[in-house]
């Protein structure tokens, strides 16, 4: 248990469904992350979010939509995904104090795209 | 971030030191070598990390050479739950940047017993 709580832990959609990921830390952190691994490839940083603002996009298709109400909470909104969008989701959280601290990231959600 | 090299796979035995070696020739003088795990289908674990001094946890040691061109992830006394895949991350201790690592593809370590 790292403190970063993700959920659900799997999930599996339609590529017409809209769901949503949810990512709850209790580190009292800053900074949340969303990651995306998928197969045999490298995490890849996808949104950061720091004191609730976004801070970095990298790039992401806009059919993924990241929410973060406050600082302890962060959410990954889905709609009309790609099969090629299966992947493990994982989310991280870091506290921004200006000196080195690591990242705490969750267990993930493993999604697949029907 | 600097860009680092380890290689893609090792192997070590059950209670024998694993060594994990991390080349970052390009490494700035800001930059942290971060190391984390990856037990497979979990979030990355942090391990440890370290500047220029080499550094000791109760999870591992690293060994940064003087010149900091490359570092060594030491586990002293492997076990079959240390089988993981291993990343090496070279990043700037400033902002946000804590947490927004740049992975590799890491070492696959194989622990047996």
């Known amino acids: 248990e790292t403190g970063v709580t993700q959920t659900p832990r799997h999930l599996v959609m339609g590529m017409t469904n809209k769901k949503s990921l949810k990512c709850e830390q209790h580190?009292?952190?800053?900074?949340m992350y969303w990651y995306k691994q998928s197969a045999k490839k490298p995490l890849e940083l996808m949104f950061v979010?720091?004191?609730?603002?976004?801070?970095e996009n990298n790039s992401v298709p806009s059919r993924f939509s990241p929410e973060c109400p406050n600082s302890s909470h962060l959410f990954l909104h889905l709609h009309t995904l790609q099969p090629e969008d299966s992947a493990l989701y994982l989310c991280?959280?870091?506290?921004?104090?200006?000196?080195?601290?690591?990242?705490?990231f969750g267990q993930g959600t493993r999604l697949t795209v029907v | 971030d600097a860009k680092t090299t380890q290689p893609p796979s090792m192997d070590c035995a059950e209670g024998r030191a694993a060594n994990l070696p991390c080349n970052h020739s390009?490494?700035?003088?800001?930059?942290?070598v971060y190391w984390y795990r990856q037990i497979h289908s979990q979030g990355p674990q942090y391990i440890i990390h370290g500047l220029k001094n080499n550094e000791t946890n109760e999870m591992a040691s690293l060994i940064i050479t003087e010149d900091r061109k490359s570092s060594t992830l030491i586990l002293p006394h492997a076990t079959l739950r240390d089988t993981a895949v291993y990343y090496c991350?070279?990043?700037?201790?400033?902002?946000?940047?804590?947490?927004?690592?740049?992975f590799g593809q890491g070492t696959i370590l194989t622990v047996h017993p």
């Open positions: 390009t490494i700035s003088g800001n930059e942290y």
């Open positions: 979010y720091n004191f609730k603002e976004q801070t």
């Open positions: 991350i070279a990043a700037p201790p400033r902002g946000t940047s804590y947490g927004k690592l740049t």
């Open positions: 580190l009292g952190h800053n900074a």
């Open positions: 991280a959280s870091s506290q921004d104090r200006g000196e080195d601290t690591e990242a705490f």
